[in-house]
């Protein structure tokens, strides 16, 4: 089992945060990344939907061999990882918002969050807050359209800088000084988020971005090692699966990777 694949999805491309950490510091590993991006983005789905998307993908993963799976996204992190490990056997390594790191990195008390829809209001993140925030003051919102940005591969036009600004400038405002980004699109987008913050006062020059994508790694790392599942020959192939349009995701991804991506469908 050591040589099979490691699953990892996403409702679209933002998990492929998630995937490069996987593939810097698990370098050997054979990799299967699926872009739900058909479906996309979780955040606005409705439960049953998401709950049939996320156990069609699992299966695909146990039928194409996978050793363990990673749910490289917050929204079906909060609302499917608990029921995904008591339906699959295979590990499971699943994410949350890093409300812990920045209520420890703040020196304000004051946290923005930018988060999809379904995450903000799941119980996992309100427990979050409850248990290493509760003497802090916390910014949401959900960036419509932020999803939309990342899965057309548009992170650089006036629209995209205009829209972030939307959202990041009323909580420059209140002067946070962390900002946490609860889905794993949103990080493709850090750099706008730091040219806008940068332009600000001293003050807020220096906003602290954080998301997960190393953490989640890491742990993929102790859960392997744990079960003696870490692979130390070289790695053979790392395939892309897509619900939505081949072509398109075939262009946004290669310019997310900075890579050439051959993408296979997946319904």
């Not at 490289?72 to 295979?90: G, H, P, Q, Y």
């Not at 995450?119 to 910014?139: G, H, M, N, Q, V």
């Not at 548009?154 to 420059?172: G, H, N, R």
């Not at 209140?174 to 706008?192: M, N, Q, R, S």
Request: proline share 4%; with cysteine.
């Amino acid at each position: 089992m050591s040589n099979a694949p490691i699953g990892v999805f996403d409702s679209g491309v933002g998990g492929l945060t998630i995937l490069q950490a996987i593939r810097e510091h698990l370098p050997n590993e054979n990799l299967l990344y699926v872009a739900d991006s058909a479906y996309a983005p979780y955040g606005r789905l409705p439960k049953d939907v998401l709950h049939k998307r996320c156990s069609h993908i699992a299966r695909f993963f146990v039928q194409q061999g996978a050793k363990a799976m990673v749910i490289a996204c917050n929204t079906a992190t909060a609302v499917m990882a608990e029921w995904l490990r008591k339906e699959f056997d295979i590990p499971i390594v699943a994410m949350e918002p890093a409300i812990k790191p920045a209520a420890l990195a703040t020196r304000t008390g004051k946290i923005g969050v930018f988060a999809t829809e379904n995450t903000l209001k799941s119980d996992r993140y309100r427990k979050l807050l409850a248990e290493y925030a509760k003497d802090k003051k916390i910014f949401e919102s959900s960036c419509n359209g932020f999803v939309e940005l990342v899965e057309s591969g548009d992170l650089t036009s006036v629209q995209a800088f205009q829209l972030v600004e939307k959202y990041l400038q009323p909580m420059i405002d209140e002067h946070i000084d962390v900002l946490v980004l609860g889905c794993t699109h949103y990080p493709f987008l850090a750099p706008l988020m730091r040219k806008i913050s940068s332009q600000q006062v001293a003050g807020n020059q220096d906003l602290q971005i954080i998301h997960t994508a190393d953490a989640v790694s890491l742990q993929l790392t102790r859960v392997l090692a744990e079960n003696d599942l870490l692979n130390f020959k070289d790695q053979e192939y790392v395939k892309y699966f897509t619900s939505g349009d081949i072509q398109t995701a075939e262009r946004v991804m290669s310019i997310l990777l900075q890579e050439d991506i051959n993408i296979q469908e997946i319904i």
